[in-house]
């Protein structure tokens, strides 16, 4: 049955939308409590249905991640997923899923079962949605590791720079995870310039508020990041992958985030060009510029390179 409804979902999820959870009916949320007995603290922050709520369902709170398929005629098609973020390994976005489904998060478990949460709306908010998904699981991690943030940045020294007199008020904001926007252009667009700064040893610094960046970033400033972004990685391939030596310091998630900033100034620059391997052209470059690097980081630039190609096919599914 659930397979049957596919094409008339596609159909219907165009008038769907993203709710809050204080949105909810009661009754939406005491089904949710009964599917997956939920605690009193939880909170439902935000739910998405590809169908109709009673049937179909995706939410995350502060302590898990879940979706839920009721068939209405057979029970035992039923589909009831869900996991805690202390039971995650893994979580990939996919953005542009093609033009008959909607965006996801593929969830992977300690037991290596996996499942998707779909949302879908406007990119930007999908941005903020699933950077916050992967905020909640990164900091269940930490806890259930006896971490906090404060012991990451000082693994990565460069929390240092958060006490200088020249850094700008909207860059200590970003990396410190404060209220933040990017509203006023030159104080944002100043902060690409300093991925290339002269001071080399501020450069990580400024690396993590612009990787932050994105998650909030629209219009104006993301042509900005795509184009800085883009020259960056090509003109300094050495230094960007070598930010990744560290997990602790930058995620694979940071990775993929650094593939969807290159594929925002490629999506632009590429238009007309969208038949020709742009992309393989980029990564050849890439290659080539870490001949010398070592081993780790080869696999990382081959990691990326990958991710690269996969959100590029992703986009030109979007825009088909």
């Not at 809050?20 to 939920?38: F, M, P």
């Not at 860059?171 to 310039?193: C, F, G, H, M, R």
Request: charge should be negative; hydrophobic fraction near 35%.
């Amino acid at each position: 049955m659930k397979y049957i409804f596919i094409f008339f979902i596609a159909i219907l999820v165009s008038c769907n939308r993203i709710e809050s959870g204080n949105k909810l009916s009661k009754s939406d949320i005491t089904r949710i409590e009964n599917l997956y007995n939920l605690d009193k603290s939880e909170t439902i922050i935000n739910f998405y249905s590809e169908f109709k709520n009673s049937v179909a369902g995706n939410f995350y709170t502060e302590q898990r991640i879940a979706s839920y398929w009721i068939d209405e005629e057979d029970e035992a098609k039923n589909e009831i997923n869900g996991a805690f973020f202390t039971e995650i390994t893994q979580i990939d976005t996919v953005i542009y899923a093609g033009a008959t489904y909607s965006p996801y998060l593929k969830i992977t478990t300690a037991n290596n079962s996996s499942f998707k949460v779909c949302f879908d709306g406007e990119k930007t908010e999908l941005r903020k949605i699933f950077n916050e998904v992967l905020n909640y699981w990164n900091i269940a991690k930490k806890k259930a590791n006896g971490e906090n943030s404060i012991s990451i940045k000082l693994n990565c020294k460069i929390d240092q720079f958060l006490n200088g007199s020249n850094v700008p008020k909207l860059a200590k904001d970003i990396y410190l995870d404060n209220d933040w926007n990017l509203s006023n252009d030159n104080e944002a667009l100043a902060l690409l310039d300093s991925l290339t700064a002269k001071n080399k040893t501020s450069r990580p610094f400024y690396f993590k508020v612009v990787t932050k960046t994105y998650k909030k970033s629209d219009g104006y400033f993301s042509e900005g990041l795509g184009l800085a972004g883009k020259e960056y990685v090509e003109n300094n391939t050495k230094e960007f992958i070598a930010n990744f030596d560290d997990k602790t310091c930058f995620t694979d998630n940071d990775l993929t985030t650094w593939a969807n900033i290159v594929i925002l100034e490629f999506s632009i620059s590429g238009e007309g060009e969208y038949d020709k391997p742009i992309i393989d052209d980029y990564i050849k470059k890439l290659k080539l510029n870490c001949k010398d690097c070592l081993p780790t980081q080869k696999e990382n630039i081959n990691r990326f390179s990958l991710t690269l190609k996969n959100e590029w096919k992703e986009f030109l599914k979007h825009i088909n």
